[in-house]
């Protein structure tokens, strides 16, 4: 104590034991008492101090009272009444014991002593009042009870002597506050006392006590028990607490997490949080559970770092039997409170693991709180004390179903938005191509990636073969997410694949994209408002022939494009605008690539991240492109690794490379074909020489016929000038026809009696597939012969 204490040390016998049993301080007080001076004593065995040849048994609890024959320094025994505190480890004194007893009580009040009246023996208050020495004068019947000692045996005794606790030296620092300051204090403090194993809460207050002349002569406290109150407010921080920190996601695992780790050490020291895994036929859980109960482990958490307690590890399953407190309340339907092992044997006794991590822990008492949302049982929360000695109270029941009903519904959210995000990721799976096609045009790799928190977009790519050896290439972004931009690009890609089969320009194609999209969104609008649908689009076409590339893009992020042994570089295209807009163009250009030259299109998702700004996700692309390596697949992965952060994307990621094919000249001829249909006849001598030139003789007969057919039907009804072409790679022949005249044949179906209208139903019958595109000078007819018979 600092030199401003009123306190007459000699006034208290006092010492201090050391969980050796050895004296470590030893006062004037104690000296008065058995005549041994300090420097005597202190450093020896305390109990050599004791008359007689028995020790009696050190005390278990926390304080300890009784009366004990000492022996004094003349050699006469002295029977002494002592009060001993064990005080745990605090800052660097270790624990130890405290041992006080008063040499001489509170002085005795004369009738008109201000502190004679101070305390009502009778009030159901507690009071005690402290002399001008802090010392305690009198304590009525209340305070006795709450301190568990008579009032004669602690009196002259500090209040810090009384109580033995840290909480008790606060309490002294502010009654001297109060004696020197003469004003009143009310402090709160959490403790035990009496001895009890339960804490609880106390409101002290404590006032000056003055004489007629109004000079402070002690302090009056009175304590007053606000236990329910603070357990209150306690609990209801709790709940507020659960408010804010569970259901921060829409992740299943993560809000269980949430929910273990605010009941802990709030309520709990283990608390365990087990789920019913969903149907297999995607239903609702059963209104009915019947043990045994397949539970997954979802999340835990303990006092303890690491959780030692756990038994089974989140992500498993385990089986319940009925006599688990799992299986009990969830059959049951509500809180199961049960004692360890006394209500447990049965199931203790057949699961020896988790019994032997009970008895290893000393777990005594088990919550089991089913987790129910909207009428359906989700699961069980499991919550269990070991470290806090007092079991589980209706109030704890209370608070815990309080807890618990909150997060269910935020557990039941991220279920349904989990199942929902995976219908929709199924969905957006099994639209987005499986595989990329062979091409002689380009070969291919692409990455889908639904975004790791907004949900499944509606992000597309795909390789679309075309006539000609060319290829399409496309990447589009429909607007929004969930289930629905899912169903809006599985119709756009669709289109897109049925206009590119007609062969529309870019622009043309994209015009009547922009079409769709204005009518999809008319058409999943309310009746007075138009609907959100929305989307960019990049199409891409590829002529390997004449190794040329035409693109036009609808407000989507412009490719890129790695030359071979060049930098990586952003082509400088229209921009055009969003689909679903109407009414402004959309303007296309071509570009010349060389043969091994790698585009990226992609979508925006790649780009942004919460991070970085646009322009340093642009720049990160263009890098991991210029460690390009010969797999495109590498590439790919490559990319993903450098711009998206380990958590996943905030929005879905669609890429797809393509590195240029060129074909031959060698394997492109070419022929004018004159307005005569004699010369028709040498046409196809020239044809099969040049098979032959191939080492294509096996294609002769068809292609004979193919080419008559085209030929003639040019010369007879298109307009000059005419020309032919045959291309050829490994597997297949092309066969091409090409006039001014823009009015494209129509396969029909001759009558017995027709003498014409059999060539293109021949040309069907004979060639893989045929078709017609209009250019700018005309249309051209093809027929694609396969070389090769497919293996079966």
Not at 3 to 15: E, G, L, M, S, W
Not at 582 to 598: D, K, M, N, Q, T
Request: proline share 8%; net charge negative.
């Amino acid at each position: 104590m600092g030199p401003d204490y009123p306190f007459d040390d000699a006034a208290t016998a006092r010492a201090v034991i050391d969980g050796d049993g050895t004296l470590v301080e030893w006062n004037e007080g104690a000296r008065r008492l058995l005549g041994h001076p300090a420097a005597e004593v202190v450093g020896r065995p305390a109990a050599a101090l004791l008359a007689g040849d028995g020790i009696p048994p050190l005390p278990s609890g926390p304080r300890w009272d009784g009366t004990l024959d000492l022996r004094h320094r003349d050699g006469r025994t002295v029977s002494v009444w002592l009060l001993a505190h064990h005080r745990p480890p605090c800052d660097d004194r270790p624990a130890d014991w405290l041992v006080v007893t008063p040499l001489k009580g509170g002085r005795s009040p004369t009738p008109d002593d201000p502190l004679a009246g101070a305390a009502l023996t009778q009030s159901p208050c507690a009071v005690a009042v402290y002399d001008d020495q802090l010392r305690l004068c009198t304590m009525n019947n209340a305070m006795a009870e709450v301190v568990g000692l008579p009032a004669e045996h602690l009196q002259g005794l500090r209040l810090s002597e009384i109580g033995g606790r840290p909480q008790s030296d606060d309490l002294e620092h502010s009654l001297l506050r109060v004696l020197t300051t003469g004003r009143p204090l009310d402090v709160q403090t959490f403790t035990h006392v009496g001895g009890e194993d339960r804490a609880h809460a106390w409101l002290a207050r404590m006032a000056p006590v003055t004489d007629a002349e109004g000079r402070v002569r002690g302090v009056c406290l009175a304590a007053h028990d606000v236990t329910d109150n603070y357990l209150a407010r306690e609990r209801l921080q709790v709940v507020n607490e659960a408010s804010v920190r569970i259901g921060s996601t829409l992740d299943v695992t993560r809000t269980a997490q949430e929910l273990a780790e605010v009941c802990v050490p709030a309520l709990a020291d283990f608390v365990r949080v087990d789920l019913l895994d969903p149907q297999e036929d995607g239903s609702e859980p059963p209104a009915r559970i019947t043990p045994p109960v397949p539970l997954r482990r979802a999340a835990h958490h303990s006092v303890f770092q690491g959780t030692p307690e756990a038994v089974v590890e989140p992500g498993h399953v385990e089986v319940y039997p009925a006599s688990s407190p799992q299986a009990a309340s969830l059959t049951a339907g509500r809180t199961i409170v049960a004692s360890v092992p006394s209500d447990l044997e049965q199931w203790l006794a057949v699961d020896t693991a988790r019994g032997a991590r009970a008895q290893e822990f000393g777990i005594h008492s088990v919550m089991s709180v089913p987790i129910r949302a909207r009428g359906l049982t989700l699961g069980v929360a499991v919550l269990a004390r070991h470290r806090r000695p007092d079991p589980f109270t209706p109030d704890d029941v209370l608070l815990a179903e309080e807890i618990t009903a909150r997060a269910a519904v935020c557990v039941d959210n991220a279920r349904r938005y989990s199942r929902e995000r995976e219908t929709a990721l199924a969905l957006q799976r099994s639209l987005l191509p499986r595989s990329l096609p062979r091409t002689a045009a380009v070969e291919a790799a692409s990455r889908y990636l639904p975004a790791a928190r907004a949900g499944v977009g509606g992000d597309w790519f795909d390789v679309i073969p075309l006539s000609g050896m060319r290829v399409a290439m496309v990447v589009g972004d429909v607007v929004g997410h969930g289930i629905q931009a899912s169903a809006t690009m599985g119709r756009l890609r669709t289109a897109v694949r049925t206009l590119a089969d007609i062969d529309l320009a870019p622009d043309e194609l994209l015009t009547h994209l922009d079409d769709l999209v204005i009518r999809l969104s008319e058409e999943s609008g309310g009746d007075s408002s138009p609907g959100e649908v929305g989307a960019t689009c990049l199409y891409a076409v590829y002529d390997p022939v004449s190794r040329r590339c035409t693109m036009a893009r609808a407000g989507h992020p412009p490719p890129v494009l790695v030359p071979p042994g060049g930098p990586p570089r952003q082509l400088d295209l229209p921009a055009g605008p969003p689909l679903g807009l109407g009414g402004l163009p959309f303007e296309s250009a071509e570009i010349e690539l060389r043969e091994g030259s790698v585009l990226s299109l992609y979508t925006d998702g790649l780009l942004e991240a919460l991070d970085r700004d646009i322009d340093t996700g642009r720049r990160l692309l263009h890098e991991a492109l210029a460690a390009y390596a010969e797999s495109l697949d590498e590439t790919c992965d490559r990319i993903l690794h450098t711009l998206l952060p380990p958590g996943g994307a905030q929005d879905d990621v669609a890429l797809l490379l393509a590195r240029t094919k060129g074909l031959a000249a060698s394997w492109v001829a070419t022929w004018d074909i004159p307005a005569d249909p004699a010369l028709v006849a040498p046409i196809r001598k020239q044809a099969v020489e040049q098979l032959d030139a191939w080492a294509l003789s096996q294609a002769a007969f068809t292609t004979e016929l193919v080419v008559s057919e085209l030929v003639t039907n040019a010369i007879r009804y298109g307009s000059h000038p005419i020309r032919l072409r045959l291309i050829c790679d490994a597997n297949t022949l092309i066969c091409e026809v090409s006039d001014t005249s823009h009015t494209a044949p129509h396969l029909r179906r001759a009558k017995t009696w027709d003498e014409g209208g059999r060539g293109l139903l021949l040309v069907a019958q004979l060639t893989q597939r045929w078709g017609s595109r209009h250019t700018a000078e005309g249309k051209t007819i093809w027929a694609e012969i396969a070389l090769f018979e497919e293996d079966e």
